[in-house]
């Protein structure tokens, strides 16, 4: 009796940091924008609005949304030329930008890319567990230069958030 006890009494200890961290969070991202700037003023407006896609529950369960973000000034140490690097399959680059991911104590970041036309756009995610790179598919790009409808954009910032999970 007394074994079993202190076996069931060490399984709790050897399980405690699994169940410290299992449960809902949010996440903490710096998002990257190399178009004129329509995706940052899109990712602010999203952010203002406070929307979120359904897709965030029910993709995502123990992933709440987005914390914190910086948009403006992300950490110093994070180089936006490996992001770049990475979302075009660099895995060199990916595993630097992890680490400094890593460092910044960031779930993650997002990289908001214009293709070679102009008029499309997609949303890259990199998370710090992994160089998994995923992203979500393309957004035609207002010609208006108003912010992306935020369902569209929560619902591919979602998509893209699958490396961060």
């Known amino acids: 009796m007394t074994s079993t006890v202190r076996k069931s009494f060490l399984a709790l200890l050897l399980c405690a940091p699994m169940l410290a961290s299992a449960g809902s969070k949010t996440l903490s991202v710096a998002f990257f924008d190399y178009s004129n700037g329509?995706?940052?003023t899109s990712f602010k407006a999203l952010r203002a609005s406070g929307y979120?896609?359904?897709c965030w529950q029910e993709s995502f369960g123990e992933i709440e949304g987005i914390d914190t973000a910086y948009i403006e000034k992300p950490p110093a140490n994070l180089q936006?030329?490996?992001l770049l690097r990475?979302?075009?399959g660099d895995?060199?680059?990916a595993e630097q930008f992890r680490l400094q991911l890593n460092n910044a104590r960031l779930s993650g970041a997002y990289a908001f890319v214009p293709d070679p036309s102009g008029s499309f756009a997609t949303i890259y995610g990199l998370g710090y567990q992994s160089i998994a790179?995923?992203?979500s598919a393309s957004v035609r790009l207002p010609e208006d230069g108003k912010p992306i409808a935020n369902t569209t954009f929560s619902k591919r910032l979602c998509e893209a958030s699958k490396a961060m999970d």
Request: aromatic share 0%; proline share 0%.
């Open 133 to 135: 790179v995923t992203s």
């Open 38 to 40: 329509i995706g940052k």
């Open 91 to 93: 895995a060199a680059a």
């Open 80 to 82: 936006r030329d490996l």
């Open 52 to 54: 979120e896609h359904q």
């Open 86 to 88: 990475a979302v075009r």
